[in-house]
């Protein structure tokens, strides 16, 4: 039997040929864990899930309780396109807490968790060809997402010499796009940034409104908060920044990506949503219609018994309260990290920027991939990126912080 010539025309569009079939960072996991597995005494610091100090997954136990009871016709059903009204209620009153007056100026739509939400923000706030605008430091699937949906990545330095947002570069990058593709599509993952640990200050995200509102001015200027982390954060929540953003909020569109992952511990079960904070009601009723659309034209609808799920977490008292106490043992036993981590790195002179808590921290350096390398084979694994390397504390023991520190100073030096 012969075995056929490879074709002489691929069968993919020229853009589509050379994509790497596995994303990196599961990549170094996947090598972390072999090594593991053979004896060896890995620090694996790469994957974003939150793990117990004995290396299993921290799971909520009355988040998991939630999923069991869901019965099976909210499993097999089909979930409206948009999201069940009660989950999308669920999850408005949650963003806004006691803002009332907001919510009802709000619409939302359901997403595969906040991967969903982005790229909905993505694909529905910017046309083709057109770059959203990020911070210097920042999660990569957000160029995936923009690259799979012919948009495009470009980024402001995320820091000034004092370590604060730098708003002078947020302002000519905002000027920049409202100049060259007379819209401005602004993601700021906050608090708790991936890859680096840092939450905004009060004065920081005055400063962002203050530029927003300037771009504004100009042309359509949309900005996502990107609250993957809120959970952790110092406030809980995301309406420190809603509330300086309120501001601008008749000239810019907020949008707010919410993601049930590391809320309530349940990664794989895919819940989120996207609101958009809209005060004109005609608008916002076109805004609701494109994102129901994108639903349609995308995943068609969400997890029907996820959403009942995460639905009884939000709204029912004993549910909530009870999830709300086992998140707070586990934002401990991260905050120890951190602090262990703190006290290490400041021993060590290592620069990074300030890390009041969350999953990960960055340590800046200039070639970040030799430095993984010589990381790895002290046995410890990190996620090299431009200019830095991202350090998962979420998957670190306390034990191995120090280890895991001493080793990124060799490396960086």
């Known amino acids: 039997m012969t075995t056929p010539a490879s074709p002489l025309v691929s069968y993919l569009p020229a853009a589509k040929r050379a994509r790497p079939g596995d994303d990196p960072i599961f990549a170094l996991n996947a090598e972390a864990n072999a090594r593991k597995a053979k004896g060896e005494a890995v620090v694996n610091a790469t994957l974003g899930s939150l793990l117990d ?36 209620k669920a999850v408005t009153d949650d963003v806004f807490g006691p803002r009332k007056d907001l919510a009802a100026q709000s619409v939302a739509a359901a997403s595969p968790g906040g991967t969903g939400a982005l790229r909905h923000a993505i694909n529905t706030f ?24 012919d948009r495009r990545v470009d980024t402001f330095a995320m820091f000034d010499a004092s370590g604060a947002l730098d708003v002078d570069a947020l302002d000519a990058a905002l000027a920049r796009h409202l100049a060259t593709q007379g819209r401005a599509l602004l993601i700021l993952n906050d608090p708790c940034q ?59 569109l907020v949008l707010v990506a919410w993601s049930a992952s590391k809320t309530f511990t349940h990664y794989g079960l895919r819940v989120g949503a996207l609101l958009a904070l809209v005060p004109d009601a005609a608008e916002r009723a076109r805004i609701g219609a494109a994102l129901t659309y994108a639903c349609r034209g ?28 086992e998140r707070a043992i586990l934002v401990r036993l991260l905050n120890e990290r951190v602090d262990a981590f703190n006290a290490a790195a400041a021993h060590h002179r290592l620069r990074h920027p300030r890390y009041d808590g969350g999953f990960f921290v960055t340590v800046f350096t200039d070639d970040a991939d030799a430095a993984a390398l010589r990381m790895k084979a002290d046995g410890v694994f990190v996620v090299p990126i431009e200019g830095a390397l991202r350090l998962g504390l979420c998957s670190t023991a306390k034990a191995d912080v120090v280890r895991l520190v001493e080793s990124t100073a060799r490396a960086v030096r």
Not at 57 to 85: F, H, N
Not at 131 to 139: E, I, R
Not at 316 to 322: G, H, I, S, V, W
Request: charged share 20%; with cysteine; hydrophobic share 45%.
């Open 53 to 88: 100090d004995t290396g299993a997954l921290a799971v909520l136990p009355t988040a998991t309780r939630a999923i069991r009871e869901v019965g099976p016709a909210d499993w097999a059903g089909y979930a409206p396109i948009a999201g069940t009204p009660g989950f999308l």
């Open 298 to 325: 995308t995943w068609s609808n969400c997890n029907r018994g996820g959403m009942a799920a995460v639905t009884r977490l939000l709204v029912e008292k004993p549910l909530r309260e009870a999830v709300d106490a």
């Open 194 to 252: 991936n890859p680096t640990g840092y939450s905004m200050s009060a004065a920081d995200w005055r400063g962002a409104a203050d530029a927003i509102g300037r771009a504004a001015a100009k042309g359509p200027v949309a900005v996502v908060i990107d609250s993957a982390y809120a959970a952790y954060g110092p406030e809980k929540g995301v309406l420190g920044p809603i509330t300086a953003l309120e501001a601008v909020a008749d000239r810019a």
């Open 126 to 149: 910017l046309e083709a060809g057109q770059a959203l605008l990020t911070t210097s430091f920042y999660w990569n699937p957000y160029a995936t997402i923009a690259d799979e949906h």
